[in-house]
């Protein structure tokens, strides 16, 4: 009968397609048999070891970095927009709005054209990465670039949203952060326990609310037995977290957390005090060295917002204990911001060079 | 004894992290127990189903996209990069070589920098989508652009690796295709069954010929039970599997596919007669209409060779049988190409407008 039973189990396939968060984490989302599911297979992200990272630690620490740029539209974002699509549509809405920095605007073009949905998005003219915008334009939404940040464009959508028939899709709808929480869940299923620290970038600071919320309820369920200290980490240039206060004209090279004035403010200040954990700036010089280390040592291409999380792991090191585990958050593709990239390397590019043989490979030094 | 091991298995976590093509299909790939396993976790990509395809064909016909872009580095370069890699790495090489129309270049120079390799590679000059060049300047790889185009890279680094200690890791490597292979099994591991069509772009050939190797090894197994008819599609302007002939300058949108003297031809022709297959050409318009269509209906944005996939589909759609299934395979992301979304869409896109309530409103209809 074991051996019945053992080989029934093994006679599986090598390799089961993940559903999405929403079917892959059923039990804890807040949706029910009405909830039609609009998803493209977000989540199930890569978790990488970074040896490089390791080594410059040492002291047996175990670093990782949660890959999430490799959601479909490149950010983790997607995490959120197939809940907050999800449950748009269950409610028979027809047209969704959101203000955005780049990446909300991608992912709620994508699940809204997927959802049979009008999607507007308001973002901060020229301040948005180039990928970003073709995302958006890609994807059918009405784009309207207004001359303010992105905390004005939030500000206008609220209020469309109120006196409109329209459904904001901002960080605010409570169903994004249920979806963004899974992230912390496929963190424990792979490493089996919650990691000692997590660090994350934050902007509008709701996905460092989204992280602690799924670390709690595994937790609570018993699935780990501890929770990680949380390591918010903002651009010096646009830091009010950090500061306590406002910042009425944020600046960074992460365009991506570039917001003064986060939304999740005060949910993110219960995080650091439950916690006990750490909000820190970093500046655009350091985020860009741990962008440049993440792709010359670990073949990551992540956007400069979430190189912040890498960079305030290494400002803090000294105070990271002997042998701890700890994630770091890469939010999304370097693909979305291709000039940063094209401005920030030190890679030796030749160009215009004749397709001769023996002066090809006198240049590559044989 | 039942209940007790059903309540083992049942105790496993929601979500399992795939471990990259290497270790999720170990058996069926040429690697020891001294091979290095270079990996960043590519594979498992997501099988979409595209609902508006399956509604243009009709007859009960359902098409799915295997959306290869969201690899580690945005191709399926990246299952065979990690073979390449992994065995130059066994072979105790300390540099690579490749010739590139961006996507090669980008994976091979991650995966050699994830295994402490020196990466070299050979582009055609003002012919690579912005988002690669990014990406292999990224990856910290040494970058020659040359006044050529692809064919004339590929000589020449065939020839470097020839002479010096380099090793090649164009898809004249063996085990690039055995990588690749791997995107077969995980299509069938997720339908049940191989498909009835396979719908695929043609660079250098080298994917249809390892998808196929795929297939016919899930056959051989037992694990499925049918074959799919293979059909290739090259972009009009870069067709040379189709017309039979090189094309000594070739020219198309579709800058992944550029490529007129593919290496892996005659294997490529070896596929269409043993699938009872057929190859076509797509014109850049066509393929403009498929990258669109996906975009704004389906939520997914891939590069312009991958469209090719799904153009080839719709020109060939009243051929297709009664309730067949059909695979698009998507090979590249879209966020590579950031100009060609940006100078290809139908979005409507407001610049310059002032953070005015009322004019917002107005300017979206309310």
Redesign the interface.
Known sequence: ??NK?KKQ?NKK??????PGIIK??KKWLPINKNTPIIT??E??T???ELESINQIIGRNVKVYAK?DG?????SFKDRGMTMAISKAKEEGCKAVICASTGNTSASA??????GGMKS?V?IP?GYVA??K????????????????NFD??LE?VQ??AN??PITLVNSVNPYRLEGQKTAA??I???LGEAPDYLCIPMGNAGNISAYWMGFNEYLTEG?SKKLPNMVGVQATGSAPLVFGKIIKHPETIATAIRIGNPVNKEKANIVKKESKGTFLDVTDEEIIKA??LL???????CEPASAASVAGLLKIKEKISNNATIVCVLTG????D??C??DN???????????N?EE??K??G?
Chains 1, 2 share one sequence.
């Open positions: 009968m074991l039973i189990f396939t090598n390799f089961e397609q993940w892959g984490y493209l297979q989540g199930a890569p978790l990488i890959y490799l959601n479909p539209t490149g073009a994508a699940y809204a054209k997927k507007f308001l003219d180039q990928g915008l073709a995302q958006a334009l890609v994807y059918g939404a009405e784009v309207l670039a207004i001359k303010g004005t464009a206008i209020r469309l006196e409109f869940f496929e424990i299923d792979s699935i962008y440049q792709g010359k040592q670990e073949g990551i291409f593709n370097g693909l979305k291709p000039d990239a094209i390397n030190e890679a030796i590019f030749k160009q215009g060079i004749e397709p043989f090809i490979a240049s590559m044989f």
